[in-house]
DNA sequence: CCCTGGAAATTGGTCCTACCAATTAAACCA
DNA sequence: TGGTTTAATTGGTAGGACCAATTTCCAGGG
């Protein structure tokens, strides 16, 4: 069994607490069982239970009243990092375009941080899961795996922990996001190497610090995703 | 414990935290006191001072590391160059930056697009939001609630339901930056009547679908207060 | 003298029990 | 029936114990 072994109990914890919310469907403002009966409904103590809930409060993802109980958040739930968003139908096409949406609010903004404040590390990483996209022509998933990294990496660069600590947060949802959108991009062969082409033109321009041509060229990407989405949906781009 | 019943006894330990920093000069990447001795030191109980440390650490302020220590974190840009400024401060004043440079990276788009989308429903409420903000030049903390209510419903106006939900998610934070910042800004009278008037045109432009114009007076909001505060603090504008 | 390996001390991670404080639900009386 | 009091529930804090990772230090060998 392949298991990290540097994981923290807290963190099975609030792994398993989402689990719970999920399976036992807790709509949003719904109040969680006891710590003293989740730390026994997980076989763990109640401290780790509360490092957990601590966390998950410190996200926004849920409140904690003394005397009251813990309570998710009144529209966090679907946040909390659900697995089933794999299937696409049209209903989530939507879904798929806020993401889209949401990412270039704030990818646009850190590819022009990270134009600005990239150490030779930061590039160095980059550069690392260029050399990766570039081998992944064969393996989709591979692919997938080095488009998130990239982004996370751009985010990383910015020095900005909030945007790094949001990033991740939303990994989940990103790598979800890349995938959806290349199942439609990558019906042809040759729409790898405009990709591959896409991120090292954004790297160059980080790499040279130049913020404006950053911002442009992400705005762009993902501007060229969005559009290719909605044609091959046979939806009116926007 | 004999202490203030209003404030949770992690948050006292976190101010106490700060204070030992600056009178021991702790360094940045320097060592803290082991939980152990903090609790004797404070007269409280591990447990909270593992709250404490939990706390800085998620606002990365520190680093913890099994059997090593706590460690303050490296200031990760030049912040220094104010010896007026403690170290907790400058960090204090980096999360204030991070979450200014967050909230540009959505705000923006989120402005953009509430000129395309906004409904007369979400039209009205912004319009209600901004004569509370008139209202409140008497009473800071009604102003707060009304700036914060302004920028909630300027997400709300996008229609895109992970943004709406990003923007509650970060709400607290959001309150926290606001209140911070204009702690900085309104030592004068008159920066009331300016504020107001930015608030107002990036609604009229929002009314008026006006996308460009919005997330551009969104912009210059942003700047505006970040520059106001970087002024404040002795800080060099970036 | 160095350095290398491992034992011992240090330190954060987790668990347990007990009690305090705030809230909620139940019982009670008018 | 309605409001007040009381009891049960739940989060907050305390303190002790042990585990796991790290660091420190020292003896032994080069």
Known sequence: MLVNPKKRTYELVIEQIQTLCLENNIPPGGRLPSERDLASLFGVSRNSVREALKGLESKGFLEIRQGGGSFLAETKRDILGNELGSRIDAAEIQYIDDMLELRRAFEVEAASLAAQRATPENLLAIREVLGQMALAATDPELGVQADVDFHLHV????????????????????????????????????????????????????????????????????????????????????
């Open 155 to 238: 985010a990383n660069a910015t020095q900005n922990q909030l945007l790094i600590d949001l990033m991740e947060t939303l990994a989940k949802r990103l790598e979800e996001n890349i995938r959806a959108t290349r199942r439609h991009r990558f019906t042809e062969a040759e729409r790898h190497q405009e990709t591959y082409h896409e991120h090292e033109e954004i790297y160059l321009a980080i790499e040279s610090g130049n913020r404006e041509r950053a911002s442009q060229l992400m705005n762009e990407h993902i501007s060229r995703i969005r559009s290719e989405l909605h044609r091959s949906m046979g939806l009116p781009p926007k």
